[in-house]
Nanobody
Framework: QVQLVESGGGLVQTGGSLRLSCAASGRTFSNYNMGWFRQAPGKEREFVAAIRWSGTITIYVDSVKGRFTISRDNAKNTVYLQMNALKPEDTAVYYC??????????????????WGQGTQVTVSS
């Protein structure tokens, strides 16, 4: 069992930056592939970024490439999402998720076993 707690959300102006953190409980964090997803009001939850358990592979949705960076610190049981050049369309609740199976980096929600409660990111225009 893994518990995930996100933090770092808030209100920022267009063009600003935020860094989200996701702290995980448990001693096996380094075995988990991790992902970030987001859900905007009235929309379905969508994939944002993911990182392999080793940290060697990362993937992103096209809309955030070049602006967002996912990283992890296995010694601190934490995954991060650095968000730069934020746009109003980035406004959403951001969720981190953990995938305990295999050597993969998935965009699919159903591949993730554990989810955090979410943190709100609001970008004002």
């Amino acid at each position: 069992q893994v518990q995930l707690v996100e933090s770092g959300g808030g209100l920022v102006q267009t063009g600003g930056s935020l860094r989200l953190s996701c702290a995980a409980s448990g001693r096996t964090f380094s075995n988990y592939n991790m992902g970030w997803f987001r859900q905007a009001p009235g929309k379905e939850r969508e994939f944002v970024a993911a990182i392999r358990w080793s940290g060697t592979i990362t993937i992103y949705v096209d809309s955030v490439k070049g602006r967002f960076t996912i990283s992890r610190d296995n010694a601190k049981n934490t995954v991060y999402l650095q968000m730069n050049a934020l746009k109003p369309e980035d406004t959403a609740v951001y969720y981190c998720a953990a995938d305990r199976r295999g050597n993969r980096t998935s965009k699919r929600e159903y591949d993730y076993d554990y989810w955090g409660q979410g943190t709100q990111v609001t970008v004002s225009s």
